[in-house]
């Protein structure tokens, strides 16, 4: 969800009309028809040659070539955005700008992406997502390749919902995850910055998650996500787990949390333990039964930690929203932070990529306690169009 030039919505009565225009890189403000801003609209909107005149694109050369020079036209639709089109009662509908301004690329099928550094206020930083807006004409098999060949932490689908504003799917680039944080954090700053909704629900493969958007003024600050209730068991293989990750002893039980994804976590005595951790990654990968492996240390509202899970395609990850949530709650479950205290955490600073997320465990001990896990706003950038052509064999764009 990109900030482009224009948004469409369909009216009421269901048939599509122009919503109002905005200036570029300002955010939707409201849904009510205005039927002067309307005509003007409509009589600003540029065919496709005259908005590619604007961006020094030449549409045009697509007029004879074959399918496989197109993806050397297509590198140039950099500031083709990916466009919400559709806000309806029970989810979004979203389209391409090529799609909804002009049909040269028909024929040529064309998935629009956001990267997005998530757990951070800096660009570069933070941990990767890659967002695909809109993934209902994607074929299902090409998912899991794709997040393969985008190589981040994990890689978002977005689709329609029956119990949500939208569906998302979320690959590893190993496999598909039935919820994770950050993915789900990122997608609904990505979806729902847009809408100026208050809280936007995300149907995950683990249920309905809620995401609420705090705001200065149109702009989207901070999220706070609600996360699934986790089930708590103790760590069957605590001692090969420790020997793989080379280190004596935990300072708490040895617990594994499954909240959609399974995390057991160690506590180690200090921060600088942690940080000088240098663990089996070929072992750690083949306990079956465990992905994440969550190293961590701390005291009071700041805590440190580090997360392994080389069996899901992720030597290290960056930040890990769905243990963020988790350790919260191991913290309060054995007395070292209160039910309802926020607690910060660092990551990723081993790897080049320190992130910043915000936890905090709601219920009490003798219950299931729930977690909540916030971040400030991330940092995204428009990724160039996906095209389906690519899987032909292009000629050189040199």
Known sequence: MAHGDHLLAPSLDGGPKVVRRRARRQPLVGLALDSEAARELVAGLAGAQERACEDRIRLHAFVGESLAERPCLLSSLGRQRAQLVGLTVRGLRMTHEVEAHGSENSGVATFRYVVCDVFTDRPLAGNQL???????AMPEELMQPLAREMNFSETVFVLPSEAAH????????????????????????????????????????????????????????????????????????????????GVERSELPVEVYDNGVRHVYV?????????????DLARLAGMNALLGANCFAGSGSRWKTRMFAPAGGVSEDPATGSAAGPLAV?????????????????????????????????????????????????????????????????????
């Open 267 to 279: 506590a180690l005595a200090s921060e600088d333990e942690v940080a000088s951790l240098h663990p």
């Open 130 to 136: 890659a967002v695909f807006t809109d993934a209902r």
């Open 330 to 398: 191991h913290l309060a479950r054995h007395g070292h932070i209160a039910f309802g205290d926020e607690i910060e955490i660092s990551q990723g600073t081993e790897i080049g990529r320190p992130s910043t997320l915000y936890a905090r465990a709601e219920g009490h001990v003798s219950t299931k306690a729930r977690a909540k896990l916030g971040t400030e706003a991330p940092i995204w950038y428009e990724g160039a169009p996906w095209s389906m052509s690519r899987l032909q064999k292009p000629r050189s764009c040199g």
């Open 166 to 245: 939208a569906r998302i799917r979320i690959f590893t680039p190993a496999a598909e995850l039935p919820f994770a944080g950050h993915p789900t954090l990122g997608s609904a700053f990505v979806l729902g910055g847009s809408l100026q909704l208050e809280e936007i629900r995300l149907e995950t493969g683990n249920g309905v998650v809620p995401v609420r958007l705090e705001r200065e003024g149109a702009r989207v600050v901070f999220g706070w996500m609600e996360q699934p209730l986790p089930v708590v068991a103790p760590f069957p293989e605590e001692a090969d787990l420790l020997d793989a990750l």
